[in-house]
T-cell receptor, first 112, second 112 residues
């Protein structure tokens, strides 16, 4: 079945450092891919998405590119802030199924 | 602002005592979902409604039921909570044929 694999956390960075959180998926075909962010004590918020190969999703300085060759959707940000500290979930969804399959999440801690 | 609202934010129940969690939305979305998220894990889909059509995930225990009396409201009923049901319960909505799911803040359930 479909699955999403994320790098284990926590990832601890200093403010203004470069961020990469790896995400790979296993699926037959080309699902839509998402990054969600969960701040402490809150629900999930959609951060960005890509619906087809080579699409780049971007939002709030975060970017991720849908790479079908490597079945990856790595999250990047050039300069993290303390306020980016949260748990980041990679997810996939098939059109028509209407259900998300999440990775296990990666906790990011940004220190001042 | 249009949003997904969950009540209560924190719920404590006793082992075996039925409990109901509530979700409402002002987005007028026709799909509503319930996810269970245990500590440090990814959200896991329990079931979803597409309009009035109920869709249960194959591995959702019978102990979990849901009701959707109208477009705006959806309830999660746990008939006999066990200690293993302690988790964050997330409600989400989406518009038909759209990809984005909008999440509420969640209800944290404690079973004593």
């Amino acid at each position: 079945g479909d699955s999403v694999t994320q790098m284990e956390g926590p990832v601890t960075l200093s403010e203004e450092a470069f961020l990469t959180i790896n995400c790979t998926y296993t699926a037959t075909g080309y699902p839509s891919l998402f990054w969600y962010v969960q701040y402490p004590g809150e629900g999930l918020q959609l951060l960005l998405k890509a619906t087809k190969a080579d699409d780049k999703g971007s939002n709030k300085g975060f970017e991720a590119t849908y790479r079908k060759e490597t079945t990856s959707f790595h999250l990047e940000k050039g300069s993290v802030q303390v306020s980016d500290s949260a748990v980041y979930f990679c997810a996939l969804m098939w059109t028509g199924r209407r259900a998300l399959t999440f990775g296990s999440g990666t906790r990011l801690q940004v220190q001042p | 602002d249009a949003m997904v609202i969950q009540n209560p934010r924190y719920q404590v129940t006793q082992f075996g005592k039925p409990v109901t969690l509530s979700c409402s939305q002002t987005l007028n979305h026709n799909v509503m979902y319930w996810y269970q998220q245990k500590s440090s894990q990814a959200p896991k889909l329990l079931f979803h409604y597409y309009d009035k059509d109920f869709n249960n995930e194959a591995d959702t225990p019978d102990n979990f039921q849901s009701r959707r009396p109208n477009t705006s409201f959806c309830f999660l009923d746990i008939r006999s909570p066990g200690l293993g049901d302690a988790a964050m319960y997330l409600c989400a909505t989406s518009r038909d044929q759209a990809y984005e799911q909008y999440f509420g803040p969640g209800t944290r359930l404690t079973v004593t």
